[in-house]
């Protein structure tokens, strides 16, 4: 392990909205950040799209603005993350053939079934942990063979969004058990592509990069990608792993048991497990974690803070790009009592993942009443975002998975009022990480372990993590509360759907 501090990593992260990086170096300190944005395209409704060559533009002008603060500074390795389940299809030139399908399309759900169709829902969950959702890779590639044949004729390769920046960067093609786990091919007891799925899908494996392990070094910086980018030519490249993997390394996320919720625009709640846990329902997503050996068990809400951001843009038609109208905002609810007198949110809003795997769900408020105004409207809105979460969790106990720690993460996470709410519904005492970076910090974390910066992820935890923020716990008559409140909910999705309510149109 180095102790040099003019040595660093780097980490890359290729989100929905923006490329994220950051420089470590071996004390745990972040030497340099930088972003650049992208757009996202919608064409029709539903549907999710990005141009590659933007990821690839973005990467370029962060890594010469970080390579800039460091000047003077080793640069040791990099690490890649990147939102998940996203196809690039390459031509045999490497040259895009489209744009990019993203975790976000929903275009896909006649592949879907059709995947169940030819392998039965019960088998491909018992291989890849997942029942196929619109946002996996693999219903993709067969959307690609169905509407777009010529396209699909041309396919010598698919990568995730992240691993198309490798091989930009190093001419290979690869990527890592966490990410891979998302495209519903691989065996992620295995942890490699399963030869079943492949041939029942008729995907060619050649298509498809090698699998390693996140802290792996799998390449290293070729001629043409030095010239390209500024870094080094032969600086190693390790295999990284997708967002909610990378941020949860970012958050210390490394050992059994360890569990974190993650506020963003959708939000996450995943605990880390030594084996393999899958929900036999699929209400819950099953992927290889970061860590070599580890697993983790995810739920995901898709309207998180998104939900909130909905909400000030469009029912109060302000916006807030401080976030000083949040804070107001929080303010105001929190002299209301749990339950917001009596009205209920369904967070629904873009359909649900977990556990309802339902993309016709709709969101609702249930018991307006003329006492009610904006404050229950929002405090309504907040709780229900924390009661998806709750639902998550109550799953994740079924199957046998408690967190014995819990960390908070994400924008947010940051608000005092929404924290202590959240607490108080899932029941758990929350601990809000100090790190803001995510994915790009989990990134460079991996870099550093596969590069010695660093002797092992607890090393690297204990040096980029070394305080934790003030935990936050349950107050026990909102604990209280709150569990008959949660009770009332889950009525709310089984009511609504057995009703027709969220019938298509």
Not at 83 to 101: E, K, N, T, Y
Request: charged share 20%.
């Amino acid at each position: 392990m180095t102790s040099d501090r003019d040595a660093v990593t780097i980490g890359l992260d290729v989100g929905t909205s923006a490329l994220k990086a950051v420089a470590l170096d071996a004390s745990g300190r972040i030497r340099a950040r930088a972003g650049a944005s992208y757009p996202l395209s919608t064409p029709k409704p539903g549907w999710s799209e990005q141009r590659p060559e933007d990821w690839w533009r973005a990467a370029r002008e962060c890594l010469a603005r970080i390579l800039a603060q460091t000047e003077g500074a080793e640069i040791l390795g990099l690490g890649l993350s990147g939102q998940m389940h996203g196809s690039v299809f390459l031509d045999a030139d490497g040259a895009v053939i489209r744009p990019a399908l993203l975790w976000n399309d929903a275009r896909t759900g006649a592949q879907c079934a059709e995947i169940e169709r030819r392998l039965g829902r019960a088998r491909v969950l018992e291989i890849t942990g997942n029942r196929p959702s619109a946002g996996f890779q693999a219903p993709k590639i067969l959307w690609l063979a169905e509407r777009e044949p010529e396209a699909h004729a041309r396919i010598a390769q698919v990568l995730l969004p992240k691993d198309f920046l490798r091989l930009r960067l190093t001419g290979t093609a690869a990527t890592d058990a966490a990410d891979a786990s998302g495209t519903l091919l691989l065996d992620i007891r295995a942890r490699d592509y399963s030869p079943e799925m492949l041939e029942a899908l008729e995907i060619p494996r050649s298509w498809l990069p090698t699998v390693r392990e996140g802290p792996e070094i799998v390449a290293r910086i070729d001629a043409a990608g030095a010239a390209a980018s500024g870094l080094p030519e032969g600086l190693p490249v390790v295999a990284g792993g997708g967002d909610n993997a990378c941020a949860a390394i970012g958050a210390g996320i490394t050992a059994a048991g360890d569990g974190v919720c993650s506020i963003g625009t959708s939000g996450t709640l995943f605990i880390h497990a030594d084996r393999a846990v899958t929900d036999p329902e699929g209400g819950l997503n099953a992927f290889c974690a970061a860590v070599p050996g580890g697993w983790h068990l995810m739920g995901v809400v898709l309207s998180a803070g998104g939900a909130l951001a909905w909400f000030t843009e469009k029912v109060l038609a302000a916006s807030d790009a401080d976030g000083a109208l949040f804070d107001r905002l929080f303010e105001e609810i929190a002299a209301l009592p749990a339950g917001a007198e009596g009205l209920l949110f369904l967070p629904y809003l873009a359909g649900e993942r977990s556990p309802h795997m339902d993309p016709d769900a709709r969101g609702a408020w249930v018991g307006l009443s003329l006492a009610h105004d904006r404050r229950h409207l929002l405090r309504a809105l907040i709780e229900g975002v924390g009661f998806a979460f709750a639902d998550c969790l109550s799953r994740m106990r079924g199957l046998g998975l408690e967190p014995h720690r819990l960390v908070l993460a994400g924008g947010g996470a940051q608000n005092p009022h929404w924290r202590r709410i959240l607490a108080a519904q899932l029941d758990r005492p929350l601990l809000p990480t100090t790190a803001e970076e995510g994915p790009a910090l989990g990134a460079a974390m991996l870099a550093g372990i596969g590069t010695g910066m660093f002797s092992d992820f607890g090393d690297a935890v204990a040096r980029v993590l070394p305080a934790a923020g003030t935990e936050v716990c349950p107050e026990a008559d909102a604990v209280a509360a709150y569990r008959e409140l949660f009770a009332r909910y889950r009525k709310l999705y089984p009511a609504l759907a057995g009703a027709g309510l969220f019938a298509k149109g």
